[in-house]
């Protein structure tokens, strides 16, 4: 664990550290590919490569679902692209729709932003001023941040120290929470637990002993649960909610993402009561002055919204969990987070250079997947992110085990690397 001076320029260093890696990715060809044309989970590159890709994090497949598309068009056509008005002066009928649509989702009071990220920059130092009703600090925030939570998080280090201190720790390890939630408090600060709930690069966080945390030391959890929206909880909650004991909800501040596998773009806060709410959407920066949403994103999304209030959402929610299963058993525990309640499998590689081998190997077997190198995951500890969805096929999921398979013998790399789950 470690905390952060307000001096410390972490944005250089993350780029000074990565640059090299991330540049042998563009070289191979491993990333910035040119689509020109998409048919479910198949990709046609502008080099005339035919893929089957596991790189979208739309985890249900409803980005092509006809009522999506539909739903954004009619929008569009009703009102424009946008509106080009900050949504304080003006709402218009389907933002209206869809922000009930979300509460009733979400089991709370939701506010839209153009991104998870935005909702972030908009809403962190909010919460960090001590002016949102149900979330009353001491003297200050104690920030404590998870080593491996998202970027859009990670950025707003140095904005964060303007409230309060921050401290880095890893967020599975409980341990540590509780210890940095200590050291908080007996600064005179309110510990405020900012996380994942399903990483993008590991597994699950729990999310209901740090809701337990957060409750003894009188602090909140702040979850970023963009992996977890839509594939848990009855009407697609995500996993946090499904996580969260109902008594200490209160204690939870929730984000969701509506680009992954809700199908549509933007995100979601969701927060305790209407006036905590009504706070964000007058005073949160990127929500008063952060430009207006997509008018096809808005539509899209309502579409989804209605999607997931029916009984249609259990049947895709099981559809991914099958072919999850599905790829579980065909690779077995030299996948990372085998048997763990994620979409997201990867394959554990080690050396940088032995990843990208490894993922052009899968690129001649017709197969598109995520290079993760540093900063995203540590260095030496590079891996292969598989995004399993509903849409994959049977055919397309063994063909997949195959190249990964005869990939780690072709090359002479030994598989797994560590292997276990987090």
Request: neutral net charge; proline residues 4%; charged residues 20%.
């Amino acid at each position: 664990m470690n905390t952060i001076q307000p001096t410390v320029n972490w944005v250089k260093n993350r780029v000074r550290q990565a640059r090299d890696d991330q540049q042998q990715l563009f070289e191979a060809g491993l990333n910035g590919l040119n689509l020109v044309k998409r048919e479910g989970k198949e990709i046609e590159l502008n080099s005339g490569e035919r893929l089957t890709e596991f790189l979208s994090c739309s985890y249900l497949g409803l980005e092509c679902d006809p009522r999506l598309i539909q739903g954004a068009m009619s929008a569009v056509q009703s009102f424009g692209v946008q509106f080009a008005a900050a949504r304080t002066r003006a709402l218009l009928p389907p933002m209206r729709e869809l922000d009930e649509q979300l509460n009733r989702i979400f089991q709370g009071h939701s506010v839209t932003f153009n991104s998870v990220g935005s909702a972030h920059l908009g809403c962190l130092p909010l919460l960090g001023s001590g002016e949102l009703p149900s979330y009353p600090l001491r003297r200050g925030p104690g920030w404590i941040v998870d080593r491996a939570a998202h970027a859009s998080m990670q950025v707003l280090q140095g904005i964060l120290c303007q409230f309060g201190p921050v401290l880095r720790c890893d967020c599975s390890d409980l341990e540590q929470v509780e210890h940095a939630c200590s050291t908080a408090v007996a600064a005179g600060n309110t510990p405020i637990i900012l996380t994942d709930s399903i990483g993008s690069m590991r597994g699950l966080y729990p999310v209901n002993r740090l809701l337990q945390l957060a409750e003894r030391f009188d602090g909140y959890l702040y979850a970023d649960d963009a992996h977890g929206t839509s594939i848990h909880g009855e009407a697609g909650g995500g996993y946090a909610l499904f996580a969260a004991d109902q008594r200490q909800r209160a204690r939870l501040i929730l984000l969701s993402s509506l680009s992954k596998a809700f199908g549509a773009t933007g995100g979601a806060i969701t927060v305790h009561t209407a006036a905590d709410a009504e706070m964000i959407r007058r005073h949160a920066s990127t929500y008063t002055f952060g430009g207006p949403l997509s008018m096809g994103g808005v539509g899209a999304a309502v579409a989804s919204g209605k999607i997931h209030l029916s009984p249609e959402l259990g049947q895709l929610q099981a559809d991914l969990w099958r072919n999850v299963a599905v790829i579980d058993g065909l690779l077995g525990p030299v996948l990372g987070n085998h048997l763990v309640a994620s979409p997201i499998r990867f394959v554990r590689v080690g050396a940088e250079s032995d990843a990208i081998n490894l993922a052009l190997h899968l690129r001649r077997q017709t197969i598109a997947v995520t290079t993760a190198v540093f900063p995203v995951v540590a260095k030496g500890e590079a891996i292969l992110r598989l995004a399993i969805s509903a849409s994959h096929s049977q055919t397309q999921l063994e063909h997949l085990a195959s190249a990964v398979g005869s990939g780690f013998d072709a090359l002479g790399i030994r598989q797994g690397g560590r292997g276990d789950e987090q």
